[in-house]
Structures are given as C-alpha cells and as structure tokens.
C-alpha cells in the first residue's frame, strides 16, 4: 500500500514539474528581457547626453534637437515594446496569473485525490489486504489445530458488503462474500449473495453452491427450488459433481435407488475415486444397492430414512439409536455448565459435522434440557444424507446447542458448545459443556 501511494506521490510530482515547467522557463527569458531592456536605458541615456552636447556645440538648432529626440525615444520604444518602466498594470496582471495558475493546480490535485478515494481501486487494495491476511490467519489457525477467528471473516464481509453498495455488480466479491457467511452459517445472507450473483451470471458454479446451500438449509431435503437449480446446473454442465451428487439425493429420497445410483457413480468418475467426496458418494451407492435389494424392504427403508430426517426437523424428540455391527460411534456425555438455568422443554441438539468442512451435520440427535446431563451416541446410521456419515470424514467437530425455537439451524440467543478435532474413530466418551450464548 505504501508503494503504490509512493508510486502515485513520485508521478504527481513528474506531473506538476511538467506542469509549471513553462513558468521557470517565463521567468529566465523575463530576467533576460530586464536586462536588454536596461542596456537600452543605458545607451538611451548615452545618446542622449551627445544629442545636448551637439546642440551646446551648435550642432543643430533646438528644433533638430528636438526632432533627433523624439526619434531616439521611438527608438527606445520600439526595441523594448515599452518605455523606461514596466507598466505597473502589466506587472500586476502577471503575479495575479501565477496565483491563479497555482490555486487552479492546487484545486485539481486535492480534487483527483478526492475522486479517486471514492472512486478509485483504492478500497479494492484494502480487500485484497484483507482477504489475504484472513487466509494467512485462518491457515496458521488450522495448522495449530484451532478454529479460525470468526471475527475475521464477520470483518471481511462488513467490508465487502461496503465495497459492494458502490460496486454491486461485482461478481468476485458477491461470491466471497456468499462463501464467508456460509462458513459462518449466516445462511439467509450467503443465499441472497448466490442469487445476486445469477441476476448477472447464470453460472453451473453458482447455482450448484446455491442448491447444496438450500440442501442444507431445509434440513437435507431436496425442495422444488433446488430441484430447479439442478436441473439447471446439469443443463449447462452435465459434469457438475454437486449438481449430480444433489440429484442422486433427489432419487434417492423419491425411492429411486437405480438412478440415484446412476447419478452418484457419475460424481464419482469426476471425483476421483480417492477423494473424499467420491467416498462418501460411494457409501451412499451402497446404502442405496443394499435397500434396492431387499426383498420386500426397498420401500420401507427408504421411507424411514426419511421419516428420521423429517422427525428430527420437525421437533419429534428421539434418543440416539443403537450402534450397528461393523459401524464407526462416538460417545459423548452432553451436560450443563454449573448454574446455567434454561427452560427445560427447550430442544438440545447434539450432532457430529465434518471439521473444517461443510456445516451441515453428519449424525445428529435430539433431546429437551430436561435430560441432560445424558450419554448419547452418534453413529453412522444417524445420517442425515445418504453417503454423508461420520465415516466419510477422519476428523469431526461435536456440537451441542440448545435451541429455543427448536429449530436445528443456530439463532441468536442459543446456547452451544464445541468440541474438536476428534478423531472418528475415537472409542473415549467426550464430554460437551453447554456454557456459550451466540
């Protein structure tokens, strides 16, 4: 930032000395012109002083005199364009120019400068800054095992939101703007951004980000708007691993385990087979042979699994159910910090979600305060998506948060802990102290 003010200061400079170049240059052909014009006063006065010694010599008469003199001021005259004295007048129109001319060039300086801070890329560098120092903060926070600082990315959208008034058809920032509250979970403002961004851009990009986003907002169903945005998102790139991943989910949960099959091993081949996407795609083609399989039982399977993701969303308390043969458990023990008091009809929910990753939970499970403190156990089959379990991702934060409008997504007012990294292997019981209001 200090170059380039610098930068900009040094090309001022340049500018003005361009500028009042022509004035020095005035000013040295003025002392030369003073200065002829004295060696004519000299020689004038010269002449003059031998036309009166002729005429005393008698020379000439007065009337010659007279005559010669003139003729020697015509002289004088002509060789200055003035007489013996610069015009008082002249001077004084000269200086009031020069003031003119410098107040005129102070004047456009401060303007420009003005008009660039408001106009200018000067707010851009800012964000640059800015969103450098974020990555670099949230990368050594990640490498020291913490959570990155959300008061930085709170503090980068205040100043995108800023920059945007003036620029709102800034697609680059639309979208950082749409990934940070997204991380902060601040969903209505991270929809609102994608779809500022697809009244300028209709793009696969966008709009699959956009149907993921709403996926996770309605509690991991797929909606007739995202169902739009899919459709649209393949429409325009038929190799959008989200859009195909979305709308594996939409067959799936509409008990269509063949295409939802179909639609998942697509992802997968884009993937890459070792990615973790891929692998949790994977479990859910799967999960999804194995219901097709059962004789008499495809229906019925799928239909529970959405009746426990509708159940859940919906406010219907349930306990955490049993851990499966073969299948990967975390035990947590949930309680209240000492001398927290709240309304024990509240909901709490306990969930698992991937650690630095997506929001959206991977187990989850629902009680009221008036259990806690309780044991409770998330376990793959507590899934709320299919292929998206706590054993598609190695390390896992616990959440606990006790919610008065019974709602999973976090409000104002709630009350909540974290814990992580963990391990999803992790055989201890971890305990989870609910002590912090958002």
Known sequence: MLSIWLAAATLSLLALLFVFWPLLFQGREQLKAQQRQSLNVDLYDQRCAELIEQRNNGDFDDAQY?????ELDLELLGADGTDSGEPKAAQQAQSSG??????????????VFAFYQYNGASQDIVLTKAIQDKFAADTMAVQSGQNPDPALARRLMSQLEERLEKDPENVQYRYLLARNATDLQEYPTAINA?????????????MGELAQLLFVVAGNRVTPDIEILIDQTLAQDPNSHVALGLDGIRYFQAEDYQQAIAQWEKAIKLLGP?????QSLAAGVLRA???MNEQG???????????????????AEEKAPTEANGQLSLKLKVELAEGLSLNPEHAVFVYARAWQGAPMPLAIARIKVKDLPAEIELNEAMAMAPGMSIATFPQLELVARVS?????????????STLGPIANSSAEQHRIEINTQI
């Open 194 to 206: 994608y779809r500022a961004i697809l009244e300028i851009d209709k793009s696969p990009l966008v």
């Open 289 to 291: 042979r194995a219901l």
């Open 274 to 278: 070792q990615s973790a996407g891929a």
């Open 404 to 416: 008065a409008s019974g709602q999973a997504i976090p409000q104002a007012g709630d009350w909540q």
């Open 98 to 111: 020069r003031v003119v001319f410098l107040a005129s060039a102070a004047i456009l300086v401060v303007f």
């Open 66 to 70: 007279e005559a010669l003199k003139a």
């Open 297 to 315: 039982g495809a229906k019925q399977g799928g239909a529970q699994l959405l009746a426990n993701s509708a159940s859940i969303e919906a406010g």
